[in-house]
């Protein structure tokens, strides 16, 4: 079954830990993305990806991390440098970058 | 700031009337797409015009595209409850990036 996978749904993370969410996508997507949503808002972009070993900045990069070693795989690292962590964070995958993107099912991380 | 901002930003219809939301950017674009997401889950691509097109329908669906004004709208016609969502405009910032950026959305509440 082809398409985008987000773990996990909701993830607990104690203040000053970092946090890894997994993004996982096997419909041959070049480009990948992540976008954080607070309640009752749009999506901003924090990272983006073209391309395997290649990584971009998006409008809300501070306390963030990502990696991309393999086409399938773009994890997002929440860092303890990141003072208002809690949201909703969406992966999405794109053939290319102008093209529809297919999302995952979202994590919401909550700090406690 | 973000590329595409939506208006309204709610909308509450009755079932079989219909839906107007519009879209404004700032910069030239490739494309623009629609997005709907129901509260809690990822987005869904709903249809994509592209810069040199006016106009584009898909079943209940119709977008327009005016590129001297820099807007979009989307018309959903004989709406249903199950079309209460959250409709998102995305546009790929054109010469400036190519990454796709979101708007703020509108939500869309449909009573029956």
């Known amino acids: 079954d082809g398409g985008i996978t987000q773990s996990p749904k909701y993830l607990f993370r104690k203040e000053g830990q970092n946090v890894t969410l997994s993004c996982e996508q096997n419909?041959?997507?070049?480009?990948m993305y992540w976008y954080r949503q607070d309640p009752g808002q749009g999506l901003r972009l924090i990272y983006y990806?073209?391309?395997?070993?290649?990584?971009q900045k998006g409008d809300i990069a501070e306390g963030y991390s990502v990696s991309r070693e393999k086409k399938e795989s773009f994890p997002l690292t929440v860092t303890s440098a990141q003072k208002n962590p809690t949201a909703f964070y969406l992966c999405?995958?794109?053939?290319?970058?102008?093209?529809?993107?297919?999302f995952g099912q979202g994590t919401r991380l909550t700090v406690v | 700031s973000q590329q595409g901002e939506e208006d309204p930003q709610a909308l509450s219809i009755q079932e079989g009337e219909n839906a107007t939301m519009n879209c404004s950017y700032k910069?030239?674009?490739?494309?623009l797409q629609w997005y709907r997401q129901n509260s809690g889950r990822g987005l869904v691509h709903l249809i994509l015009?592209?810069?040199?097109?006016r106009e584009k329908h898909s079943g209940r669906l119709r977008v327009t595209l005016d590129t001297s004004k820099k807007s979009s709208s989307l018309l959903i016609t004989a709406s249903r409850a199950a079309d209460t969502a959250s409709y998102f405009c995305?546009?790929?910032?054109?010469?400036?990036?190519?990454?796709?950026?979101f708007g703020g959305g509108t939500r869309v509440l449909v009573k029956p």
């Open positions: 999405a995958s794109s053939i290319a970058l102008t093209a529809r993107a297919f």
């Open positions: 419909l041959n997507h070049d480009a």
């Open positions: 990806s073209q391309i395997v070993n290649d990584f």
């Open positions: 910069t030239s674009i490739n494309n």
């Open positions: 015009i592209r810069s040199n097109e």
């Open positions: 995305a546009t790929d910032a054109g010469a400036a990036g190519n990454k796709l950026t």
